[in-house]
């Protein structure tokens, strides 16, 4: 990949004390493109996601935003260098309306000072014109953002990311807690994200989604990196074995053949059919 990424992360790592909980992880976020970090838990992903976002500070290697070193202290830091995480929880209020969730924190007012007051009309108008842009029609901005389904307040809070400057938006396992036709809903979004120019970081632990939508691979293993490929070189297939530790289960079959211990064992005193004798 040709380019100064937007992000980039050369031989970084974190350690709490005397827990290394991330070694030598080299990882580079580039416009207009995907990279998913898998991982199960305990991999390092978290703390790959705090480092980036600007929650935790590296303390090795170096991290790089258009290819300058920097070391944020706050994630404000971050977000005002266009970087931006969505975890899981959202950040959203469930009982106020969408367009209050899209602007929480930065409301738009209007007015002279002191007597300033919310401008209601502008901020509906902008959250239904950038929600839009995404490909997210809302009938009513005034319902409660949590009556809407997981993936449409996953969708809702990239929309909100992007329309506050976000170059680099990371996403913290947002298909985690859907069904299959809402996770759905929300790769569709990621990939209309990384049609806009941004460079999205896709944290998750299922290869089936990773492979639908990433143009890169990273995968995590005990806080290092297990394997970095491009699309073009890993099929889903080869994507899975490595998510599952298939190296790792190869040798347990070889263990387990060897002590006989492999194949379901029989049930403990099997008691006769009704019936038989």
Same mark, same amino acid.
């Given at each position: 990949?040709?380019?100064?990424?937007?992000?980039?992360?050369?031989? $970084?790592?974190?350690?709490?004390?005397? @827990? !290394?909980?991330?070694?030598? @992880?080299?990882?580079?976020?580039?416009?207009?493109?995907?990279?998913?970090?898998? /991982?199960? *838990?305990?991999?390092?992903? #978290?703390?790959?996601?705090?480092?980036?976002?600007?929650?935790?500070?590296?303390?090795?290697?170096?991290?790089? @935003?258009?290819?300058?070193?920097? !070391?944020?202290?706050?994630?404000?830091?971050?977000?005002?260098?266009?970087?931006?995480?969505?975890?899981?929880?959202?950040?959203?209020?469930?009982?106020?309306?969408?367009?209050? *969730?899209?602007?929480?924190?930065?409301?738009?007012?209007?007015?002279?000072?002191?007597?300033?007051?919310?401008?209601?009309? !502008?901020?509906?108008? +902008?959250?239904?014109?950038?929600? !839009? $842009?995404?490909?997210?029609?809302?009938?009513?901005?005034?319902?409660?953002?949590?009556?809407? #389904?997981?993936?449409?307040?996953?969708?809702?809070?990239?929309?909100?990311?992007?329309?506050?400057?976000?170059?680099?938006?990371?996403?913290? &396992?947002? +298909?985690?807690?859907?069904?299959?036709?809402? #996770?759905?809903?929300?790769?569709?979004?990621?990939?209309?994200?990384?049609?806009?120019?941004?460079?999205?970081?896709?944290? +998750?632990? *299922?290869?089936?989604?990773?492979?639908?939508? /990433?143009?890169?691979?990273?995968?995590?293993?005990?806080? +290092?990196?297990?394997?970095?490929?491009?699309?073009?070189?890993?099929?889903?297939?080869?994507?899975?074995?490595?998510?599952?530790?298939?190296?790792?289960?190869?040798?347990?079959?070889? &263990?387990?053949?060897?002590? /006989?211990?492999?194949?379901?064992?029989?049930?403990?005193?099997? #008691?006769?059919? &009704?019936?038989?004798?």
């Amino acid at each position: 990949m040709t380019g100064t990424p937007l992000a980039e992360l050369r031989g $970084a790592g974190k350690s709490y004390g005397t @827990v !290394r909980a991330l070694h030598g @992880v080299d990882l580079a976020v580039h416009p207009g493109r995907v990279t998913c970090v898998l /991982g199960d *838990n305990g991999a390092g992903k #978290s703390t790959l996601i705090k480092i980036i976002s600007g929650l935790h500070q590296h303390t090795e290697g170096t991290y790089l @935003v258009d290819g300058a070193p920097v !070391r944020f202290t706050t994630p404000r830091e971050a977000l005002d260098r266009g970087i931006a995480a969505v975890y899981q929880d959202l950040a959203t209020v469930p009982l106020m309306p969408v367009w209050r *969730n899209f602007f929480l924190g930065s409301e738009l007012t209007k007015g002279p000072w002191p007597v300033r007051r919310l401008d209601i009309a !502008r901020m509906k108008r +902008t959250a239904d014109a950038e929600l !839009r $842009a995404m490909g997210i029609a809302l009938d009513d901005l005034e319902q409660p953002v949590g009556t809407l #389904s997981g993936g449409q307040r996953q969708c809702v809070a990239i929309a909100r990311a992007v329309h506050f400057g976000a170059r680099v938006l990371i996403l913290d &396992e947002p +298909t985690a807690a859907l069904g299959v036709k809402q #996770s759905g809903v929300v790769l569709k979004y990621v990939a209309a994200a990384r049609e806009r120019g941004l460079g999205v970081v896709l944290i +998750t632990h *299922n290869p089936h989604h990773a492979h639908l939508v /990433g143009d890169h691979f990273t995968v995590l293993r005990l806080g +290092t990196v297990e394997l970095s490929a491009a699309r073009a070189d890993i099929t889903l297939a080869e994507l899975t074995d490595h998510m599952a530790g298939g190296t790792e289960l190869d040798a347990l079959k070889h &263990e387990l053949a060897q002590s /006989g211990g492999i194949g379901p064992a029989a049930p403990p005193d099997a #008691s006769p059919r &009704e019936g038989h004798t």
